[in-house]
């Protein structure tokens, strides 16, 4: 993360927490490496662990081992890394972010994904209507299936539909990605 470290409402859930779907599976050759409990404790002096260590391989970190199609949920905090992937085996990782509003509100992105800006309301709701979209694709699947009920489409009574329009709103969606 690029932002928050220095908040005074700095908490262990500040960065959000990621999705992490597995499309080949990985090991401890390929995959991601996290240190547990890391999310808890603020920025971290990841050189000073290195030379504690001895090497890049930290002591104390564990693999994400998947099988394909696996997903992992991971605080965005967790110190995380992979190793250059050397080996025969595909890595590919698709990635879903999530924060709480109060955490993005007002807060300019790092602008690693996508230019800098400041997320306000507006971007906000334009960046949930994905999770809207999600619902109603998941009720069309499955439609015996209770669907979930985001609270603040609940309260705002914003309904959406799951069609090609809604496919290509979704287009280039990564391009507002935060990078806090």
């Known amino acids: ?3 928050h470290w220095d908040s005074e409402d700095f908490d262990e859930d500040i960065h959000g927490f990621n999705f992490m779907v597995q499309a080949y599976g990985s090991t401890a050759v390929n995959g991601v490496w996290v240190m547990p409990g890391t999310h808890k404790v603020g920025k971290i002096d990841i050189k000073k ?15 994400i081992v998947c099988n394909p199609g696996d997903a992992v949920i991971c605080n965005r905090q967790l110190l995380h890394g992979s190793f250059p992937n050397c080996g ?4 590919v990782t698709v990635n879903f972010g999530f924060h709480k509003r109060s955490s993005v509100l ?14 306000d309301e507006e971007i906000i709701e334009r960046r949930s209507k994905s999770i809207g979209y999600a619902i ?7 439609k015996d ?17 799951w069609d090609n329009q809604a496919r290509q709103d979704l287009k280039d969606y990564n391009l507002e990605d935060l990078s806090i």
């Open 136 to 142: 109603e694709a998941r009720k069309a699947k499955y």
């Open 106 to 119: 007002g807060v300019k992105g790092g602008g690693v994904h996508s230019e800098a800006q400041v997320f």
């Open 49 to 63: 662990l290195v030379a504690e260590s001895g090497s890049e391989r930290l002591e104390g970190a564990v693999p």
């Open 1 to 3: 993360g690029v932002t």
């Open 88 to 91: 025969f085996e595909k890595r």
């Open 145 to 161: 299936e209770k669907p979930y009920q985001y609270k603040p489409f609940i309260h705002s009574q914003k309904t959406y539909v």
